[in-house]
């Protein structure tokens, strides 16, 4: 597997799962919370990895 | 709340196999998802050329990094057979020539991996998830949490 993108997004969906089942106890509850901590990270990155994008990184 | 021995013995299990301290304290089905994240952090780490952690007084850094593993039980004995061909904990000095290149070719091998960094961080993700994973036995053993 080389693709960066899908490399984050399995690394963003195990630890929303991860928290997920740690911080809730209902099944419904859980997979919101997973599901959202998940989308919350990726989302972040594409913002982080767009700014950065406009950066002058030299070279 | 359960008596101090349980406690104990559901810390230990929860180091020993992510998951089976829940599993123990009764909560069979979180202690069953937390084996199966866990070791799929950890396997796909590996499986990214990741490595685990050796001790290394020039890099302090690297004793916070190798408790990390360490806290992974049994699993980290299988993550440095597999990055190392051997169980080895603190970094060779220059002193034991033989060692020292062996393990300076393995990590370099893997660090030259494109996924190196991303399954490194897979695997130190998962000793940092088994740590949280003891505390919150902890905290359900002495009736902190329901």
Redesign the interface.
Known sequence: MRSHFIIMCLFSVLVGAFFGTLTRDAVKDAVKAGALLALTMVGVSLVIAYVMFLLPLGG | MESRGRVALACVLAWALPGAGHFYLGKRT?GI??LA??L??FL?GL??QGRVYLANAEQPLSYLATFANVALGPLDLVGRQITYARILYRFPSEMEPGLYQEIQDRNRERILA??HE?GT??VL?AGL?NI??IL?VFDFGIGRKS
């Open positions: 979180k998802l937390f994240i866990v799929t952090t796909a499986g990214l494109e996924t991303y961080t897979f993700t998830m949280l994973l919150d």
